[in-house]
């Protein structure tokens, strides 16, 4: 699916519609899988509390909230894996949103099963530990 006119800004307001609605439907996917009701967005807590709480099912206390915000700048300041390369070099073309994700899901699923430790894949381990 082509965005009409694939101009600059509506591309940009497709991506932002985008990153804010993947996340909720992987807390839906999961509460679905474990045969729970999914929960709504809960725009108060904030983007990272939301999905959290919509994880969880419960309010996440704001250390939970801090973690995870540095957890995912770490990640996009250096975690990026082969299917986020593809989709940043094809949009670098200038194609449409649905291009991109359909491209690195594929490279991400079919092609490349590479593993990696960059400093964002150690992140997880110290969650519990306070640091």
């Known amino acids: ?6 101009d600059e800004d509506t591309n940009q307001r497709a991506a932002l519609r985008t990153a804010a609605v993947v996340p909720w439907l992987v807390t839906v996917a999961q509460s679905l899988a474990k045969g729970q009701e999914p929960l ?23 250390e939970h909230v801090t973690v995870l915000s540095r957890y995912l700048v770490l990640t996009i300041d250096h975690g990026f894996n082969n299917s986020t390369f593809t989709a940043r070099t094809v949009a670098s073309t200038g194609t449409d949103l649905t291009s991109c994700l359909v491209t690195s899901a594929q490279d991400g699923t079919l092609k490349c099963r590479v593993v990696t430790r960059s400093a964002a894949s150690r992140v997880p381990s110290c969650l519990g530990q306070g640091r």
């Open 1 to 6: 699916m082509r965005a009409a006119g694939n």
């Open 40 to 62: 709504a967005p809960r725009p108060e807590l904030g983007y990272v509390g939301s999905y959290l709480a919509t994880l969880t099912g419960g309010a996440p206390s704001a």
